[in-house]
């Protein structure tokens, strides 16, 4: 028999995973139709939402998914607002492209005095 924790650990990943899968098709319909309307946005926000509320709420540690949590929350904030459909697209890519540096930002550490280090040894 699997252990609370271990049960708790697959619901964790189970929710990242579709919140993940919510950001990316948004994201991707945002990129890629050539005509936005707020109709066709609503009704994308509407598909999405049926995928992700199967699936239950977990708390979320790490920073990178808590951001992705909050980015999740404001595209279903923009779902019946009155606001102009390009300002909403602007808006969003903006706080994507804020995501991914803060990932990539963790990733990537650059050695800025990489020559330096190495001088003592000569």
Not at 50 to 76: C, S
């Amino acid at each position: 028999m699997a252990s609370q924790k271990v049960i708790d650990n697959s619901q964790r990943l189970r929710y990242i995973r579709a919140l993940e899968r919510f950001y990316k098709s948004i994201l991707s319909y945002l990129i890629n139709t050539p005509e936005l309307t707020s109709a066709g946005y609503n009704k994308k926000i509407t598909n999405a939402l049926k995928i992700l509320q199967r699936i239950q709420e977990m708390a979320l540690y790490k920073g990178d998914l808590q951001d992705l949590q909050k980015l999740v929350t404001k595209m279903i904030g923009f779902k019946d607002s009155d606001k102009d459909i390009e300002d909403i697209k602007d808006e969003l890519l903006y706080s994507s492209n804020q995501l991914e540096k803060t990932k990539s930002a963790r990733r990537y550490k650059k050695d800025k005095y990489a020559q330096s280090k190495y001088e003592d040894w000569e």
